[in-house]
């Protein structure tokens, strides 16, 4: 219940840095300026602040606002400023003039990792800090939405609303610093982006962030075996399908149906004593079905 009140709805925009708004953003993805779209004086600019006080227009507020140059390519005009692929330049300072209205919005362009994680199954989000000395909060948040929070200085840990019971870190963490955090049962609406970092005098630190996917649940061991669901990642991979075992089998079988004629003509021929071949001869039968064991205990 106490998570409850931790959990926050602010959109992507969070704290205010140097007195303006800040924006994170996955490296590749859209971006849409906030507070352009309420903007509706004619001649407003949105500008990039680069390093050395230079600045480049972005875009222009006429009907619509409409893309400098150097944006064409990536920008459509529009009702507020919309980039669709950001690229690691974009990071940085933005001023948007607004009539005699200043806004100065930070861009943040996070690198992010990938990871795809079957439902039902247990995430694990890598994450090292040097918990020695220095400390703060350590945040994982799963779009704007708070997973899981540690004060570092108290150990004191609160779970976000729906993560409740599913996130721990390892018990060490306070010596060895791995705070790597693990979400268990995973289900479809845990999809999202995820952002690790810890908080310190207000600011971020060590902020990584992970894109999760959710795949299918994974079949019964049986299932897999016949579908080979868990041969997904690359193509070298050589389970024996069960129709390659079947057919061994009835390979086998035919083999044992010659030979075990063969023994009774014999056995009719020589009399009696027949049957012990046959039995000798059923071994291999057996044999095929070892690998499918064996895909059990390593699929586990
Ligand atoms: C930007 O994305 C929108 C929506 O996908 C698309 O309609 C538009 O054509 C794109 N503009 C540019 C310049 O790529
Ligand atoms: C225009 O902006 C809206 C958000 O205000 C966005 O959803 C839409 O995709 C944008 N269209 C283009 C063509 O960029
Ligand atoms: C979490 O575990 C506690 C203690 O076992 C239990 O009281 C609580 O209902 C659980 N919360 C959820 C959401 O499962």
Known sequence: ??????????????????????????????????????????????????????????ARLEDVWKPAAGYKDRMSPNESVVLNRSNI?????????????????????????????????????????????????????????????????SGSTSQGSGFENRTSVAPHWRSDGDLTLTLQGVKPEDRGDYFLYVLKDRKRGHLQAVRMRVSPALNT??????????????????????????????????????????????????SGGGRSPTEEESQPITDPRVPEENGHASLA
């Open 1 to 58: 219940m106490a998570a409850h009140t931790l959990r926050m709805f602010l959109l992507i925009v969070h704290l205010p840095l140097v007195g303006g708004l800040a924006v994170d953003t996955i490296l590749g993805d859209r971006v849409q300026f906030p507070e352009t779209g309420q903007c509706s004086e004619r001649g407003a600019t949105l500008q990039h602040t680069l390093t050395g006080g230079n600045s480049q227009p972005v």
């Open 89 to 153: 330049n974009d990071q940085g300072l933005y001023r948007l003039t607004c009539g005699s209205e200043e806004r100065l919005i930070h861009l943040n362009v996070i690198t992010s990792s990938e990871k795809s994680v079957p439902e039902g199954q247990a995430a694990g989000f890598t994450f090292h800090y040097f918990t020695a000395g220095e400390l703060g909060r350590y945040r994982v948040k799963r779009n704007t939405q708070l997973v899981f929070e540690l004060d570092l200085s």
């Open 221 to 270: 061991p049986e299932e897999r075996n016949l579908e080979q669901i868990t041969c997904t990642p690359q193509p070298p991979c050589k389970k024996t399908p069960w129709f390659t075992i079947a057919i061994i089998a009835a390979l086998v079988l035919v083999a044992l149906g010659v030979v075990c004629v063969q023994s009774i003509c014999r056995s009719n021929v020589s």
